[in-house]
C-alpha cells in the first residue's frame, strides 16, 4: 500500500525500533519491567523530561492519558480541556469512564486553550453541585496543528498551580513539537511546569508504546496500581522499553520528527502555490486545507487523509506527514490539486 496523509499512525515503524525488538528478544528476561531494556527506555526518556521523572511505559496513547490523569484525579474532580482535544473527541469515552471523573470542554479558535479560557469555570471550585477543576489537559502538538511554546504552557502550569489543579500534555506528537520550536522537550514539559507528560512514541517511528512521565515529585506514589488496573501493564515490557532507548535514547527521534515536518512545510507551500487556502499554518507536521467538497474523493482516490469539518460548500481536510513520507509523495500528491479542483477554486 502506498504511503498516504490520512495519519502518522498508519506508517509503519523506523528500521531501528524493529532491530531494538529483534535484539530484545534474543533469550529470557523477567516481565513487567524488571529487565535491562525496560532500564535503559526509562534512562532514555529522562534524559529529555529530566533525571528525577517518574517514567512508565504503557501500550498506547489512550492508555498513557487515562492512567496518568486517574493518578490525580478524586470523585468529583474534573479535567478541563479544549473542546477539540482528543481525549474528549477520539477516546470513545475512556477518560470519563477510566477516571469516573468529567472531561469538562472549553471552545477554542485554534484549539489552544489559555488561561482566560479557563478562570470563568474556577467560580465552580467549592460548590458541591459542580464537578471541580482538578486537570487542565492540552496537546502537545494540538489537533489543529498548533504548537505550544514554553511561555503559553507556563502561563497554563502557573494558573493550574495557584488554584490547586495539575498541568496534563497529551504528548501524541511531543518530538513534533520539538522540532517545530528547536528546543529540547524538557523546555516546553519539564521546564514550563508540566505534572504529567504522556510522551509520545508511536507517532514518531516505534510499532507501539507511550510512556506516562510525572514531572512533578511525588505524584506517582500509586501509579504502578493504576497501570495494572487500567490494563496498560506489559508482561513484556521490553520491546516497549528497547524501542524507546533506541529511537529517543539517539537521534533517530529527532530525524524522524524533522522529517515528517519538513514534508508537511513542502506540502503546505505546494497547496497554497496551487490557490489552496490553508486553515491554520502547518507548524508541525499537520496541514489543514479549505477545499471545495467536490474535489475531495478526487483527492483522496490519490492518498487517503480525513475530512475534518465541512463548511458551506468546502470543506476542512486534514493532511498529515509521517517519518516515512517522501518528496515524491508530496510532490505526486500536489501535481493531482489542479485537476481534482477542476478550476472551482
Not at 490520512?6 to 523506523?14: F, P
Not at 511561555?151 to 522540532?179: E, S
Not at 501493564?233 to 528497547?242: C, H, T, W
Amino acid at each position: 500500500m502506498s504511503r498516504t496523509f490520512a495519519s502518522d499512525n498508519n506508517s509503519g515503524a523506523h528500521p531501528t525500533a524493529l532491530i531494538a525488538i529483534a535484539e530484545a528478544n534474543e533469550g529470557h528476561f523477567h516481565a513487567y519491567g524488571d529487565d535491562p531494556w525496560t532500564a535503559r527506555g526509562v534512562r532514555a526518556v529522562r534524559t529529555h523530561v529530566g533525571a528525577d521523572a517518574d517514567v512508565f511505559f504503557v501500550f498506547n496513547g489512550t492508555g498513557a492519558n487515562c492512567t496518568g490523569l486517574s493518578e490525580v484525579l478524586r470523585p468529583g474532580d474534573c479535567v478541563v480541556t479544549a473542546a477539540s482535544a482528543h481525549i474528549a473527541t477520539d477516546e470513545c469515552g475512556a477518560p470519563e469512564r477510566l477516571t469516573g471523573c468529567k472531561v469538562l470542554t472549553v471552545p477554542t479558535a485554534d484549539g489552544k486553550l489559555r488561561p482566560g479560557d479557563i478562570e470563568p469555570l474556577l467560580a465552580a471550585r467549592g460548590v458541591e453541585h459542580h464537578t471541580q477543576p482538578r486537570v487542565i489537559s492540552i496537546s502537545q502538538v494540538t489537533e489543529t496543528g498548533k504548537v505550544y511554546g514554553p511561555k503559553q504552557v507556563r502561563a497554563l502550569a502557573d494558573l493550574a498551580h495557584a488554584n490547586g489543579m495539575y498541568l496534563h500534555m497529551d504528548g501524541a506528537r511531543l518530538a513534533n513539537a520539538a522540532v517545530a520550536l528547536d528546543l529540547p522537550i524538557s523546555a516546553f514539559t519539564t521546564d514550563a511546569g508540566v505534572d504529567i507528560l504522556s510522551f509520545g512514541g508511536t507517532k514518531n517511528g516505534l510499532l507501539f508504546g507511550e510512556a506516562v512521565c510525572f514531572l512533578t515529585p511525588g505524584l506517582a506514589d500509586r501509579f504502578k496500581y493504576e497501570r495494572k488496573s487500567g490494563a496498560q501493564l506489559a508482561s513484556k515490557m521490553r520491546y516497549i522499553g528497547a524501542q524507546f532507548a533506541a529511537v529517543y535514547g539517539s537521534s533517530v527521534w529527532h530525524e524522524c520528527a524533522a522529517s515528517a515536518n519538513a514534508k508537511a512545510a513542502r506540502l503546505a507551500i505546494g497547496a497554497a502555490a496551487a490557490d489552496i487556502e490553508l486553515v491554520w499554518p502547518a507548524q508541525a507536521n499537520e496541514v489543514f486545507a479549505l477545499l471545495p467538497t467536490t474535489a475531495v474523493s478526487a483527492l483522496q482516490a490519490v492518498a487517503d487523509f480525513y475530512d475534518w469539518e465541512v463548511r458551506g460548500e468546502d470543506t476542512v481536510v486534514r493532511w498529515v506527514c509521517s517519518w516515512d513520507t517522501t518528496d515524491e509523495d508530496v510532490d505526486r500528491f500536489l501535481a493531482a490539486i489542479p485537476a481534482a479542483t477542476g478550476g472551482h477554486l
